[in-house]
């Protein structure tokens, strides 16, 4: 199995915060170039759901390797949703938000030899005619020679205020507030952590989305494309 990709497939890196759109703005900016998308935040969900699925214990790393580097991924576009996630054939959306993946996520995600094993398979997506990857260092760490990047970014209260509006429309009760202080936790966390903090790569395109539309803000970025 190939463990770079295609080399010469371009890839769209968009970085950012959470809550900056980049998922949504990502799908969108995949299906209008017809490129492959790529939903880096289902990593390590995918390998936990996998590892889970056949018992593999959190502290059997070599297990673990052995399983990201046979992983399949694919990443369906599903426009005003989030992307379906296709592990070995198996659309697996659903099981990946289950609290019992993300605890196991959680304990796996640390672990240097898990990283190392995924950002190939992260790697395995470049594939022609291109790749859209949307996370937090998609154009610093995965694909430093991306031939465009973007970093997304809007104010904390503006993030917050969309991730409010979005799930109140999927029937949730939601606190703003409560909502805010996470959003800027994890802003702190994703800035200072010492593996892939979060930042804009040094020759990526920052865009403040915080007054733009998602159409503006996928707009500017083909408009970009199409430029370079």
């Known amino acids: 199995m190939s463990t770079e990709g295609d080399h010469k497939a371009p890839v769209l890196a968009l970085d950012g915060p959470s809550g900056s759109g980049k998922g949504t703005v990502g799908q969108l900016c995949a299906h209008k170039l017809g490129w492959h998308y790529l939903d880096s935040g289902a990593i390590y969900r995918s390998l936990a759901w996998a590892a889970n699925e056949v018992a593999i214990e959190p502290d059997d790393v070599a297990g673990l390797v052995d399983m990201a580097d046979e992983l399949e991924l694919v990443c369906h576009v599903r426009l005003n949703d989030v992307a379906d996630i296709e592990i070995n054939g198996d659309i697996v959306t659903q099981q990946l938000r289950t609290e019992e993946t993300g ?126």
């Not at 539309?213 to 494309?225: F, K, N, P, Q, W």
């Open 103 to 228: 605890e196991m996520a959680s304990l796996i995600a640390p672990i240097p030899e898990v990283r190392a094993a995924l950002l190939k398979l992260q790697r395995r997506a470049r594939k022609a005619p291109g790749l859209v990857a949307d996370g937090r260092d998609m154009g610093t760490v995965v694909f430093p020679d991306a031939a465009f990047k973007v970093f997304l970014t809007a104010s904390a209260e503006i993030r917050a205020k969309r991730r409010f509006e979005q799930l109140k429309s999927k029937g949730l009760d939601v606190n703003l507030a409560r909502l805010l202080e996470s959003i800027q936790a994890r802003d702190v966390r994703d800035s200072s952590r010492s593996a892939s903090p979060l930042k804009a790569a040094d020759d990526a395109l920052i865009l403040d989305t915080s007054d733009l539309t998602i159409d503006e803000v996928v707009a500017r970025i083909l408009g970009h494309v199409k430029q370079r």
